[in-house]
């Protein structure tokens, strides 16, 4: 069985402004589980909450529980830094770091685990770029800087980067949104194929493509969820009359 | 106004305007007074910039002439005898200036990680409005806590010191002056510090927040998402703080002169009393009697100025490869 | 490494560099805190109102140092402040190619020119041909620093106003140039005065280019012609003669000196504060 996050409860503050209001939410184990939602409904603050990076920004707090199975990463006591070791996240924009190459941006998270032997690290970095989907198209030119390579290949390197520490959860947030048709479709096979192994919650604002890659979908409004359900009845007979207005287009 | 000047609306960025009919009356005039007065700033600004260089050439072509290259290396300073070799000063800005980036870079570096990256967010402003006054005090101030304050305290308790635990290194050695290179460095060390640590400071925050959310997203500790995020993004602007410390440095001229002993030796002890250009310049430009001595302190002069000028041209360049030519406004 | 292992080393760098910090800042509160022990018994009223006595005799002032200070303050001032004003409003507005940025460049690399050699320059382009020192000598090699200063702060400031601004002016079918100085640089008002006090505040401490040029005087200048006193001159002689009534008076004239400094400084960051600082 893979590994599921359990959210119960959850809000999330910016300073005094509450930006999440209570959401309980199942990232099913082996599955996709698409968040949507308009524009400031806080999909991107819950899914950095699931790995504690919305607690990075000063002034921001969270109440309630995240689940890692049957563990709460909230509770005290618990350092988030493991939290963000054992949960990867790919970002809107592809943020390779551009002083190292392609190499020591797939190792960079081995490196701080403390990996060592050049051997070791060579394997799991070609391990890691053929996960992503990239290893053929930079296995020659892996000394070469993170930043030489294409939009859509740089965020395949952020993933592989993530997928390199062996994560047990992959967040993705908006993770197509800066690239070009092509591109995006190259990421939404390659999370076809690592859902297979991975547990995945990806926010998207393009419902397109949550109907295309996900089994389950969050709809999100004014830092609610209003309705959570198996993605095909939920794009064809959606419950709430919200979440039917957004799917329709009229709003958001 | 005049009846024909239609302006057009700026477009959106208000930088191109549509052209114009050929202005006439009072509006075209002003037009013109206007440019020609702001036109006048400017080449005013380039030509005093030529002319210090054109005066300090000029004047110095006497000593050019006679002493050659040989004034760079030789250590023969005799007004009298009309001979004047300027090594004692070149090599005592440079061991100044160079001990006192050792002792300042880490310190300031220290400290600018700590405000940009490290430190909860209410020491900030406090700190670093303190290091910013810290780099409005005159240099004569600092000379005068330098003669009292530093150079008592060097000869009756660390020099003796020094000279006690490591006097065996040929740069501990000699009598316990107080004066001397170490004072210059220590009191150069204090006045760049605040420099290096604004400039670095800036250089770090201009790193994107992206840079630091990957670090992070993987697992990094702070200081682990400093040292591969931050660090490494920023490392050529933190090189150009740097050298423009040293810049500051090497062009330090009355805190230097009151701690330095203005001897005109090379000495390996950093105990013993040296001289720095800009000391020399200091002290003996109004005494100066002959034309040659005249024109060999200005070619001093000019070697400071095209010294300072490379190094601080290095460092802007360097700066700006970080976070763009914004920078640089208050020198 | 361990988690708790990197962990300690992330707080250890913290402390690390948290004691660099506060030895940065400490010479700060060294240097204020002797200057108010030592100079706060010289100032009384004559400190500000008289004269320099002759070596013996206590009391005495700075008057004519501080006169002369605000003198060359003055002189720098009235040259410079218009040319590094209107300079920076070019780089701001202008659209042409190359010349910004050769003024620009050189504007950076005259900020960051040793004064001693502006002192040089002051030296042979005014005391040599005047064949004697003077306030003026001492006031251009002041200006000299002071143009790049303002200059460049001159340029942020224009820059900060929004050009819908401008387009409105020009909009309303006001020619080019009273837009800019009707309209943009009132905007920029604030700003280029906090710039210039930025500037007054450095000048007002700097003594190496005043070594030759104004040179100094015990007494009341006679022309601005002539040779003139400065605070820093007054500080710098008295601290290295050997007469202990005269390092009080350093001490004094020294925090004088920083007081002003430092107030100037102060209300500069206050005036730019709440505003859109583009750092």
Redesign the interface.
Known sequence: MGDGIYVKGLRAWFGETLVLKGVDLTVAPNAVTAIIGPSGCGKSTFIRCV?R?HE?V?GARVSGQVLLNSEDLYAPGV?P??????I??V?Q?A??????SVFDNVA??LR???VRRKSRLQEEVERALRHAALWDEVKDDLDKSGVSLSGGQQQRL?IA??LA?DPQILLMDEPCSALDPIATAKIEELIHDLKKELTIAIVTHNMQQAARVSEWTGFFLLGELVEFGVTKEMFTTPGDKRTEDYITGRFG | MAADSISGVGTADGLSLPPRAVSRGRSGLGDRVYRTLILASVWLVLLLAAGLVAALTWESWAAMRAFGLRFLVTSHWDPVAGEFGALPFIYGTLVSSLLALLIAVPLSLGAAIFLAELAPAWVRPPVAFLIEMLAAVPSVVYGLWGIFVLVPWLRDWVQPALGRSLGFLPLFQGPPYGIGMLAAGLILSIMIVPYITSVSREVLLAVPGSQREAALGLGATRWETTRIAVLRYGRSGLIGAILLGLGRALGETMAVTMVIGNRPEVSISLFAPGYTMASVLANEFTEATSDLYVSALVEIGLLLLVVTVLVNGLARLLVWSVGGPARGARG | MSPVGRRLVSTAVSGLTASAALLVVCPLLLIFGFLLYQGVSAINVDFFLHLPKPVGEPGGGVANAIMGSLIMIGLAVSIGLPVGILGGVYLAESRDRRLPWVLRFVADVMNGVPSIVFGIFAYTVVVLPMRRFSAIAGGFALGLILIPIVLRTSEEMVRLVPSALREAGLGLGLPEWKVSLRIVIPAARAGIITGVMVAVARIAGETAPLLFTALGNRFWHQGLDQPIAALPLQIYAYAIAPYDDWHRQAWAGALVLITLVFLASLAARLATRGRIVAR
């Not at chain 1, 830094?81 to 054992?86: F, G, K, L, T």
């Not at chain 1, 943020?95 to 190292?100: G, I």
Request: net charge positive; charged share 20%.
């Open positions: 790995n990076m990075t000063p350092d830094v493991q939290v963000r070791r054992r990867g996240m970002f924009k943020n390779p770091f551009p002083t190292m960079a998270g701080l685990a403390g952020c980067r993530a520490v």
